[in-house]
Each structure stands twice: as structure tokens, then as C-alpha cells.
């Protein structure tokens, strides 16, 4: 059997132990960019760690409910990450709003503030300083600087006026890494998480997330009655805030792929 890091806090070893026990009652849920993918400069080209689909085949097989829960649309995680082959496997793409499995996706139409974003937010780039870029991701639209000269200070920069933007549309503003993005509002991870709980009726739950957006989700875990076990994706832009709440920490999407591998490999059931 392959060897489990072990948990630094009590609840988490033993949430971890209740996975192990108990897969059939048990929830994993994790982010995709930077926990299975690593961040890259363009988006479009965040493919995920080359371990990634096995380790999750691996864990679909032995655990009731695998899902990743992310900004992105999600084909285009289940696209970057080689996932379409996975059985069981869910997507929830745009933090909520959509949802793959079995190659099935459900999609809701489109907010009319993300119509007036798109529009606005071009005309916003324009102007902004060099090495600004518009995501347009169907359901929300996301403002990156992480090619600028000097990414932390041009995304302060333009934060007040996105924050306007976001005012003007209707839309929330949800910041992140060297991004700021315009989404619905009311869709968030944390909300997502609480409703697959829900379904599921799990009552040991794991999530893997690396970003200030994940910090919604761990809110969520801490607040359900459950075994919960929060592991973060290290790297050096991880938020201060989602080390201190992680029962355990890995580094970066090495880190979770062989955390998950793990997992199905000490599952006996």
C-alpha cells in the first residue's frame, strides 16, 4: 500500500480514517486549477497533472461521490484535465452552475449582467494597462494580470473599476489569484458543496483547493455535520488563510495526485 501523509490536526485524522472505512458514505470534492492542474500564464492552456485521470479513475471506483468544483465551464476542465473516460466522475463547472457526468452536461442560459461585463469589460482592457486579459467563460467573464509587469499592482489598479463593472451588471466580483471575476451571484463552492452533501448524504467529506475562492467550500465543510478533512495545495501564492484551515497540507498538484492515489490504494473495499 502506498503510504498517507497524516493529517496534522485530530479531526482530520480522523475523517481521513472514516474515508478509508467508510468510502460508501464518503464525499471527495476538489478544485482544478493549481490543486489538479498547475497555474499557468494562459488559462486555455492549464492542461492537469498527467497522473490526475488515473488517480481519480482510481478513487471514482472506490468512493461514492468524486466531483470537482470550479470556475471554469466545465468541458473545458473535463477537456484540459482528460477526465471524459472517467466513470462516476462529476464536473461542476462555473462554481456551481453547471454540472458533467457521464458525458451529459447541463447548462442554465445565460445572465443578461454577464452580456453587459462582456461587453463593458472589453472596452475596460482597452484601457487598462499592458498584460490585462479578458476571460470570456460563457457564464462569467474574468479580468487577469498575471502576464502585467507587475501583476499585484496593476490588478489593484483596476479593481475599482471592475468593482463598478460589477455593480453596473448585477454581477458579484469574486477575486483570486491575479484575477478578478464577474459571475452570478449566489454561486460559489461553498454553496455547491452544501447541495452535493445534500444528495449524496455523505457523511465523511474531503476537500482539495488551493485559492481564496476555495476558502467558500471549507467554510461550508466546517459548518456540516460531518467527518471533514480539508487539504490544500500548497504553492507560494497560496492564500494565508486556507493553510491555517487545512487539516493537511501537499505540495501542489504532486502533492494531491499522489494524496489521491493514496487514498484508492488503502481503500480495501
Same mark, same amino acid.
Given at each position: 500500500?502506498?503510504?498517507?501523509?497524516?493529517?496534522?490536526?485530530?479531526?482530520?485524522?480522523?475523517?481521513?480514517?472514516? %474515508?478509508?472505512?467508510?468510502?460508501?458514505?464518503?464525499?471527495?470534492?476538489?478544485?482544478?486549477?493549481?490543486?489538479? /492542474?498547475? =497555474?499557468?500564464? &494562459?488559462?486555455?492552456?492549464?492542461?492537469?497533472?498527467?497522473?490526475?485521470?488515473? /488517480?481519480?479513475?482510481?478513487?471514482?471506483?472506490?468512493?461514492?461521490?468524486?466531483? =470537482?468544483?470550479?470556475?471554469?465551464?466545465?468541458?473545458?476542465?473535463?477537456?484540459?484535465?482528460?477526465?471524459?473516460?472517467?466513470?462516476?466522475?462529476?464536473?461542476?463547472?462555473?462554481?456551481?452552475?453547471?454540472?458533467?457526468?457521464?458525458?451529459?452536461?447541463?447548462?442554465?442560459?445565460?445572465?443578461?449582467?454577464?452580456?453587459?461585463?462582456?461587453?463593458?469589460?472589453?472596452? %475596460?482592457?482597452?484601457?487598462?494597462?499592458?498584460?490585462?486579459?479578458?476571460?470570456?467563460?460563457?457564464?462569467?467573464?474574468?479580468?487577469?494580470?498575471?502576464?502585467?509587469?507587475?501583476?499585484?499592482?496593476?490588478?489593484?489598479? =483596476?479593481?475599482?473599476?471592475?468593482?463598478? !463593472?460589477?455593480?453596473?451588471?448585477?454581477?458579484?466580483?469574486?477575486?483570486?489569484?491575479?484575477?478578478?471575476?464577474?459571475?452570478?451571484?449566489?454561486?460559489?463552492?461553498?454553496?455547491?458543496?452544501?447541495?452535493?452533501?445534500?444528495?449524496?448524504?455523505? &457523511?465523511?467529506?474531503?476537500?482539495?483547493?488551493?485559492?481564496?475562492?476555495?476558502?467558500?467550500?471549507?467554510?461550508?465543510?466546517?459548518? !456540516?455535520?460531518?467527518?471533514?478533512?480539508?487539504?490544500?495545495?500548497?504553492?507560494?501564492?497560496?492564500?494565508?488563510?486556507?493553510?491555517?484551515?487545512?487539516?493537511?497540507?501537499?505540495?501542489?498538484?504532486?502533492?494531491?495526485?499522489?494524496?489521491?492515489?493514496?487514498?484508492?490504494?488503502? =481503500?480495501?473495499?
Amino acid at each position: 500500500m502506498s503510504r498517507l501523509p497524516v493529517p496534522t490536526t485530530e479531526s482530520g485524522r480522523a475523517a481521513l480514517a472514516s %474515508l478509508l472505512t467508510e468510502p460508501a458514505d464518503a464525499l471527495v470534492a476538489l478544485d482544478f486549477d493549481g490543486t489538479l /492542474a498547475p =497555474i499557468v500564464d &494562459r488559462p486555455e492552456l492549464a492542461v492537469s497533472h498527467p497522473d490526475a485521470p488515473a /488517480a481519480l479513475g482510481a478513487l471514482c471506483a472506490k468512493v461514492a461521490t468524486v466531483a =470537482i468544483i470550479t470556475g471554469r465551464p466545465a468541458a473545458d476542465a473535463v477537456r484540459l484535465g482528460g477526465f471524459a473516460d472517467i466513470a462516476g466522475l462529476v464536473v461542476l463547472g462555473h462554481y456551481g452552475l453547471e454540472r458533467w457526468s457521464a458525458g451529459r452536461l447541463e447548462t442554465p442560459a445565460e445572465d443578461p449582467g454577464v452580456s453587459a461585463a462582456r461587453a463593458a469589460g472589453a472596452r %475596460l482592457v482597452a484601457q487598462a494597462p499592458a498584460g490585462v486579459v479578458l476571460e470570456d467563460k460563457g457564464h462569467s467573464v474574468a479580468f487577469h494580470t498575471r502576464r502585467a509587469a507587475d501583476p499585484a499592482a496593476v490588478l489593484a489598479e =483596476i479593481r475599482p473599476l471592475v468593482d463598478a !463593472l460589477a455593480r453596473d451588471s448585477g454581477l458579484e466580483l469574486a477575486p483570486g489569484r491575479f484575477v478578478l471575476e464577474l459571475r452570478p451571484p449566489g454561486t460559489d463552492k461553498g454553496t455547491s458543496l452544501r447541495r452535493l452533501v445534500a444528495d449524496t448524504a455523505a &457523511r465523511t467529506v474531503v476537500f482539495v483547493g488551493d485559492d481564496l475562492g476555495d476558502l467558500a467550500a471549507v467554510a461550508a465543510l466546517r459548518s !456540516l455535520d460531518v467527518a471533514g478533512l480539508v487539504v490544500c495545495s500548497d504553492s507560494p501564492e497560496s492564500p494565508p488563510a486556507l493553510r491555517r484551515e487545512a487539516d493537511l497540507v501537499v505540495d501542489g498538484p504532486d502533492g494531491v495526485v499522489a494524496f489521491l492515489a493514496a487514498v484508492a490504494d488503502n =481503500i480495501s473495499t
